[in-house]
Nanobody
Framework: QPQLVESGGGLVQPGGSLRLSCTASGFQLGDYIIGWFRQAPGKEREAVSCISNSDGTSYFADSVKGRFTFSRDSIKNTVYLQMNNLRPEDTAVYSC??????????????????????WGQGTQVTVSS
């Protein structure tokens, strides 16, 4: 069955970097809108970044702009979230999601309020000294 699996989380000091992976099985990520989300303890889920392969548009939350980047490896059917200059407030469970719908509006709206077809289980990122 279609599924997503995240990996790459862990403990990192402030200012450090991590790269999260999201690997799909049962479907091709290249045909889907892909998003990264995070949920910190006691907080609601937050959209971090989303990208549409069909039109090349992307969205990054203001809190991560200039620090996080998004990339794909079509052969491995995997997407990556490179996180640099990490801050304690980046601590959260990070999840990837995918949706096969055609993007009908701004990707920011889809990223923040859209209904996603598939979700990964999440990977913990802890930024602490």
């Amino acid at each position: 069955q279609p599924q997503l699996v995240e990996s790459g989380g862990g403990l990192v000091q402030p200012g450090g970097s991590l790269r999260l992976s999201c690997t799909a099985s049962g479907f091709q990520l290249g045909d889907y809108i892909i998003g990264w989300f995070r949920q910190a303890p006691g907080k609601e889920r937050e959209a971090v970044s989303c990208i549409s392969n069909s039109d090349g548009t992307s969205y990054f939350a203001d809190s991560v702009k200039g620090r996080f980047t998004f990339s794909r490896d079509s052969i491995k059917n995997t997407v990556y979230l490179q996180m640099n200059n990490l801050r304690p407030e980046d601590t959260a469970v990070y999840s990837c999601a995918a949706d096969g719908a055609i993007l009908a509006g701004p990707i920011q709206a889809m990223c923040q309020t859209g209904i996603w077809d598939y979700w990964g289980q999440g990977t913990q990122v802890t930024v602490s000294s």
